[in-house]
């Protein structure tokens, strides 16, 4: 029998576990923190547990989702790529970026990915399968056991589509934010997606609450289409309508996300319309200027990039603009640049 992974449920789901076995259901709870909130990597440790349900654990439920297989560390800054193994050798990437008092985790949410960004080395993988949410989990238990410094927030902007392993993203974000989880609050984790306009909608009536950012990457549907295909189904329009129905606050904006790429989306037109989307949703603007990933695209040069951000300063009222140089470019670890070859 494959042994199914404890990782992963939630307290509900470990609360139905115990009433199977009939055990007290407090033990879920108990379970729960060890799992999450401690971050034990071995079920004998629970020393809190009788010694019979560790057993039955131990026995029916994989605990570890998730080997190292390497870490790669950058040599300018405090940041970390780590390769992680699953059980059935798929391969995926963490990045974990210490930055004074900011400990950031990059997490995958899938192996590859199916939305073919033209700009983007996961992209170019193709989409092997969606990660559970113990193996989302798992990215950041191993991070927090590899590193002193606490994790202050997470962003879902690794390897794949959130937005297109929507419940097992949101069950992992729950447990991060819940309390007796990993306890972070809701503006510490961030969700990036290409643009699932379904699954936009489903997170707004929710009302999830975690930080959203969208990879808008383009002004023009043409533009965009051609380097995210995907807008073909949910355009530019249809995104900022549905976006325009979020509401706004300084603690939890939208950050609209803003690759540059030489020559492509870069004109004085695009930063001009880029503003006004800006002031359009009150939100946060992220300049990301391109990483290379060795194909035809290119990153503009500083000029380009400066007057780009001269122009969303000048008509800058109700959005604010960051400029994302990545971090750990010399390993790879940079947005867009994490892919990895899986059996
Ligand atoms: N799939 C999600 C999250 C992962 S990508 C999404 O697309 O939003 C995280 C961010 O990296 C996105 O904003 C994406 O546009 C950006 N990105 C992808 N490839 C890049 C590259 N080569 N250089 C710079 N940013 C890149
Ligand atoms: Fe997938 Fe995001 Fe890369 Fe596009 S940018 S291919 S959605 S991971």
């Not at 289409?225 to 606050?249: A, F």
Request: hydrophobic share 35%; with cysteine; charged share 25%.
């Amino acid at each position: 029998m494959t042994q199914k992974q404890i990782k992963g449920l939630n307290l509900k789901e470990l609360m139905e576990v115990c009433e199977k076995q009939d055990i007290p259901t407090f033990r879920a709870k108990q379970i729960y923190q060890w799992m999450y909130r401690h971050h034990i990597d071995d079920i004998m440790q629970m020393n809190n547990i009788p010694l019979a349900l560790r057993n039955y654990i131990k026995d029916n439920y994989i605990l570890n989702t998730l080997d190292i297989e390497n870490i790669q560390e950058s040599e300018y800054e405090n940041t970390k790529k780590i390769l992680f193994k699953t059980h059935d050798h798929k391969l995926i990437e963490s990045v974990s970026m210490i930055d004074k008092n900011l400990h950031t985790v990059c997490i995958s949410s899938q192996v590859g990915c199916s939305v073919d960004c033209q700009f983007c080395a996961t992209g170019m993988m193709g989409f092997k399968r969606n990660l559970t949410c113990g193996e989302i989990i798992d990215q950041i238990i191993h991070i927090s056991n590899l590193r002193d410094e606490a994790i202050t927030n997470i962003v879902y902007m690794g390897m794949g589509e959130p937005f297109l392993n929507y419940n097992e993203v949101m069950k992992s974000a729950d447990i991060l934010h819940d309390h007796n989880g990993m306890n972070l609050g809701r503006n510490r984790i961030t969700i990036s997606t290409s643009g699932i306009l379904p699954k936009i909608k489903q997170f707004i009536d929710e009302k999830r609450g975690y930080k959203l950012a969208i990879s808008l990457n383009a002004t023009d549907d043409n533009t965009r289409t051609k380097i995210i295909p995907i807008n073909k189904k949910w355009n530019i329009n249809m995104i900022i309508e549905e976006l325009e129905k979020y509401p706004t606050d300084k603690k939890n904006m939208i950050m609209l996300e803003y690759v540059l790429l030489k020559g492509i989306n870069d004109s004085k037109e695009d930063a001009e319309k880029l503003s006004y989307y800006g002031n359009l949703l009150k939100c946060k603007i992220n300049v990301i200027p391109f990483n290379d990933i060795g194909n035809e695209y290119k990153r503009p040069n500083a000029e380009i990039i400066n007057k780009f951000i001269e122009i969303l300063h000048k008509n800058q009222k109700h959005y604010q603009t960051l400029v994302r140089w990545s971090k750990g470019i010399d390993i790879d670890a940079a947005c867009g640049q994490l892919s990895t070859k899986t059996s």
